[in-house]
């Protein structure tokens, strides 16, 4: 194998998040400055985080073929069945009726063909062209948003207002890889192998297999890093690194750390978009709690857990919940290592080798937890940091604190 086609034997669907400068407005009374977000940018960004490829058809269509897979097997049902998101404000009045009335087919890869046409597949962007009659996909790539954004199913299942920044907890970003003729056996099983949510954004460069979850894209306003190791000071840093040696976009990425040097050429289609595209997802607040979703009196015993016998404040710290703007950790002080399944210390294979703490705000939202999914729910969270540590919290303690995670 070529080491250029290794270098993009990974999918690249977007791990985490991407480009460069945040404002400094006033201070929060204490003295602490308080980023703010230029929302003329952040609208440019937007568009950059729903729509750009980089470039990146270059690789999904010249190199993997998805064009050519997509026009003859991929139906709107098994496009959702992989966890692939449709726009529904996308969608002309015609369509939601023929939807509605069956009259528009969601077993044809025709439809596909429209939808894309339309551009209602968020995080997919084809280019369709009338060849001897008939709508043809010529060209394919992807976007930010195929992973970091999901849909309310307001209008079915899969299918509904786009909410950006929410990571696609549904999307098999493997068995979607997998679909291509140009991967070898061995290669499609180890995207098989990867499993809803998950996505390892290193497999290509260091041959390794080790998953991790999709993390959000939201919330990120003042926390300085942005990965789960930490890697890089900004949002820039990670968009770069996606979208070029992940996406296939057109530009370079070099890290000497891990001895990572992509470049895509011809031209350089990723470095002028990069503080736009952060300043938009810098614009995402965590999304709050549904109404309902949390027993409230429980919540306030659980934040007394959380500062206090639980220990967790000692590193969930201040109004982002996370010490990661002041120190990283060693792979030894967090419990999510081991990796399940015997996978490499993912650590050790980034550039800081440690791991942030995450940020909490809006946790509710996407299970399973910890960067490698390890822990199903918040309940096997606090129970998993409960016998590591050995906390010995009591089973009304553990409940509450779950309450409280919930909270936030």
């Not at 369509?95 to 429209?114: H, K, M, R, W």
């Not at 399944?341 to 937890?369: C, E, F, M």
Request: glycine fraction near 10%.
């Amino acid at each position: 194998m070529s080491r250029s086609y290794k270098r993009w034997r990974c999918l690249p669907f977007l791990l985490a998040v991407s480009a460069a400068l945040v404002g400094v407005g006033c201070d929060d009374g204490k003295g602490t400055p308080v980023e703010t977000v230029d929302p003329t940018l952040a609208a440019q960004g937007q568009n950059i985080f729903r729509f750009d490829t980089f470039g990146d058809e270059s690789f999904w269509t010249d190199v993997l073929q998805m064009n050519q897979v997509i026009q003859s097997a991929v139906d709107p049902v098994t496009a959702l069945s992989v966890g692939l998101k449709v726009d529904a404000d996308a969608l002309p009045a015609a369509v939601v009726a023929g939807i509605q009335d069956g009259s528009v087919s969601l077993t044809s890869p025709d439809t596909t063909i429209a939808l894309l046409k339309l551009k209602a597949v968020v995080g997919v962007s084809g280019t369709v062209e009338t060849i001897a009659g008939r709508d043809t996909l010529t060209h394919v790539g992807i976007t930010c948003a195929i992973c970091h954004s999901t849909v309310d199913d307001s209008f079915a299942k899969g299918i509904g207002k786009r909410l950006d920044g929410w990571p696609n907890v549904d999307l098999n970003p493997g068995a979607i890889i997998a679909l291509s003729p140009a991967l070898a056996a061995d290669v499609k099983a180890v995207y098989n192998s990867w499993g809803p949510g998950k996505y390892d954004p290193r497999y290509n460069q260091d041959g390794l297999n080790g998953p991790q979850v999709i993390p959000p894209a939201y919330g990120l306003l003042g926390v300085h890093r942005i990965t789960a190791t930490g890697d890089g000071d900004d949002i820039a840093y990670w968009n770069r690194y996606v979208s070029v040696t992940q996406m296939g976009g057109h530009g370079s990425f070099m890290e000497p750390r891990t001895g990572v040097s992509v470049t895509n050429p011809p031209d350089d289609l990723v470095t002028a978009k990069l503080p736009a595209l952060q300043e938009y997802q810098l614009s995402l607040a965590a999304p709050p709690p549904p109404p309902g979703s949390f027993d409230a009196i429980a919540a306030q015993r659980g934040a007394q857990v959380f500062a206090g016998a639980g220990q967790c404040a000692k590193c969930h710290s201040g109004p982002t919940f996370t010490d990661a703007n002041m120190r990283l950790h060693d792979p030894s002080e967090v419990v999510s290592e081991p990796e399940p399944a015997g996978a490499p210390s993912y650590a050790l294979r980034s550039a800081t080798k440690k791991y942030r703490t995450a940020p909490l705000r809006g946790i509710w939202q996407h299970p399973p937890y910890f960067h490698n999914g390890s822990a199903p729910t918040l309940d096997a969270v606090v129970e998993l940091y409960d016998t590591r540590k050995a906390l010995g919290l009591t089973a009304t303690q553990k409940s509450d604190l779950v309450e409280y995670l919930k909270s936030l």
